[in-house]
């Protein structure tokens, strides 16, 4: 397996889910991983869901990484430039960025994607583009400095697409697809700067949320977040 202990990591949206996954992985390769989310143990989690930044950072740490919980909200652009201020005075660099946070499915029900396009409620578009969009947008500005020392800068968006198909809710495909823009014009903007961008598409993962709402045959189909990140973690298919 290839080491990535010489690696400095900043996954976001990291406290359960993709993120934690994706983070958990790169623990288990060496990597000083950065999580960032605002389930802390000391206050009320999302919807009451399992899951912290400083359980997930605990578990890079136990995978043989460096786990650093960070609360940061991300439509908060201060809280997002305290962020990479802490990353560069802590580790000089970036290597990694995964752009993984989301918003839009608290207090989720799932007849949302049934209502017809009049009745979709404004507010959860409003937080799929402030919490997806914007802080992919956001956080890659700010660290893009740090990712510009590191040798080989990577950026990852965590999105979902399905080679252009429509998919399923006006909200979610028009915020989904602008994730998966906004990378493939950072990746062509940044290429000369030696700073590499791609999207990862998860599927239906086995997250928190999908476990409490899903069952029988459509869980079965499910797959785990830490396979996600050994989709794309060296040697770790």
Request: net charge neutral; hydrophobic share 40%; aromatic share 6%.
């Amino acid at each position: 397996m290839s080491s990535l202990t010489e690696t400095i990591a900043l996954v976001t949206g990291a406290s359960r889910g993709v993120g934690r996954g994706i983070a958990h992985e790169l623990g288990a390769a060496g990597a000083t991983v950065y999580l960032t989310g605002r389930s802390l143990a000391t206050n009320a989690t999302t919807d009451g869901l399992p899951g912290t930044i400083g359980d997930a950072a605990a578990l890079v740490t136990a995978a043989g990484g460096r786990g650093v919980p960070v609360e940061c909200d991300h439509t908060e652009d201060e809280a997002v430039a305290s962020l990479a201020g802490r990353i560069e005075s802590e580790s000089g660099r970036l290597d990694l960025l995964v752009n993984n946070v989301w918003g839009g499915y608290e207090q989720y029900e799932s007849r949302l994607f049934e209502l017809p396009v009049w009745q979709q409620p404004i507010a959860r578009w409003d937080k799929m583009i402030a919490t997806g969009v914007r802080a992919h947008y956001t956080t890659t500005r700010a660290v893009l400095p740090l990712l510009l020392k590191s040798p080989a800068g990577l950026i990852v968006g965590v999105s979902f697409g399905d080679e252009g198909k429509f998919l399923g809710d006006v909200q979610y495909d028009v915020a989904k697809s602008a994730c998966t823009r906004l990378t493939f014009a950072l990746a062509t903007k940044l290429r000369a700067d030696g700073v590499a961008a791609l999207t990862v598409y998860p599927g239906f993962t086995r997250t928190e949320r999908v476990e409490r709402g899903a069952a029988g045959e459509a869980l079965a189909q499910t797959h785990s977040p830490r396979f996600v990140g050994r989709g794309w973690c060296p040697d770790r298919s």
